[in-house]
């Protein structure tokens, strides 16, 4: 079955950069697109990044410059790499995977275009 595992959160302090992970299996990785979302307390689920089976990655307005992810077909990982982080940054990070799709789309932000998520790992950004 598909399973998706996020890794790599913990506490940061403001500024600081850190890389989490969503490790997939179950799926044939490389045909599908995968993306990160992030809740926050009392929130609704935000759209973080997109990236296509050829490695294009579309991005949030609000992800542009502060986050990179890099999906790695040889590992079957997909990775978010944030910097400068803030309090406003805390938040649940989830990855997801669509049940079809290799191309992220005009829709690409929409939670319901995605049919499988991880856990979550959770990031805190506090002094």
């Known amino acids: 079955q598909v399973q998706l595992v996020e890794s790599g959160g913990g506490l940061v302090q403001p500024g600081e950069s850190l890389t989490i992970s969503c490790k997939a299996s179950?799926?044939?990785?490389?045909?599908?697109?995968l993306a990160w979302f992030r809740q926050a307390p009392g929130k609704q689920r935000e759209a973080i990044s997109c990236?296509?089976?050829?490695?294009?990655?579309r991005y949030a307005d609000s992800a542009k410059g502060h986050f990179t992810a890099v999906r790695d077909n040889t590992r079957n990982i997909v990775s978010l790499t944030m910097n400068s982080l803030q309090s406003e940054d805390t938040a649940v990070y989830f990855c997801a995977t669509p049940e079809r799709g290799a191309y992220c789309g005009q829709r690409w932000a929409a939670v319901t275009e995605y049919d499988y998520w991880g856990q979550g790992t959770q990031v805190t950004v506090s002094s």
């Open positions: 179950g799926f044939t990785f490389e045909y599908y697109m």
């Open positions: 990236s296509s089976v050829d490695g294009r990655t």
